[in-house]
């Protein structure tokens, strides 16, 4: 299995993970009985012991249980940061975006500075950013945070055909966004 992340993660993230396409063969209902039994340690015993995992869940089988785990040794981004991204609710396009923009930084950009990808991930939201940025624990006046809501409204005032936003719009605009 390749790095294992200290980010953290949810039951819920490791279910949609394993659903998701990066374990072949397991989709909803297994990805569910493999939580169900393993918690956040799903992925590490599919990827590590498949025989464990296809023992411990009824109807998994050794066969998918095996074909699992060869797909997960092969995702080549660190799983870690796939498993958190799905414990933050963020879906299968916008992580792919993610990887494709920042490739090996992108644990660390996740990590240390999720709003930055509002500017720099494609049609990624404030919202999508800030989901993670409240999984990491970064707080509501971090300087970070109300710089992307102050970023969106601007987006905003220019989607609406406005040339330019007076500061006083942009930042009451910014302060509604960031909530």
Same mark, same amino acid.
């Given at each position: ?20 396409p990066w374990?072949?063969?397991i989709g ?7 939580? $169900? ?9 599919l990827?590590?012991?498949?025989a ?7 109807g998994?089988?050794t !066969?998918r249980a095996?074909?699992?785990?060869e ?5 080549t981004?660190p ?6 991204? %799905?414990? %933050? =609710?963020?879906?299968?396009?916008y992580?792919?975006?993610?990887l !494709?923009?920042y490739r090996?930084?992108?644990? $660390? ?9 509002? $500017? ?9 950013a ?8 970064i707080?509501? =006046? ?21 040339l330019?936003?007076?500061p006083?719009? !942009?930042?009451?605009? =910014?302060?509604?966004i960031? =909530?």
């Open positions: 299995m390749n790095e294992t992340l200290s980010l953290p993660v949810t039951t819920e993230g490791v279910r949609d993970f394993l659903a998701g374990a072949a063969g909803p209902a297994y990805a569910a009985r493999l939580t $169900e039994h393993f918690g956040t340690d799903a992925v590490r015993v990827a590590e012991n498949p464990e995992a296809a023992a411990a869940v009824p998994l089988g !066969a095996e074909g699992a785990s797909s997960l040794r092969a995702v981004a799983l870690g940061l796939l498993i958190f991204l %799905c414990s %933050c =609710g963020i879906g299968e396009t992580i792919e975006r993610i !494709a923009k090996k930084r992108a644990t $660390e950009v996740v990590a240390t500075d999720p709003y930055s990808m509002v $500017e720099q991930v494609w049609q990624l939201s404030f919202f999508t800030d989901k993670i940025g409240r999984a990491l624990g707080p509501d =006046g971090d300087p970070r945070r109300l710089t992307a809501a102050l970023v969106t409204a601007v987006k905003r005032h220019a989607e609406q055909g406005h330019f936003a007076t006083a719009e !942009a930042v009451a605009e =910014g302060a509604r960031a =909530g």
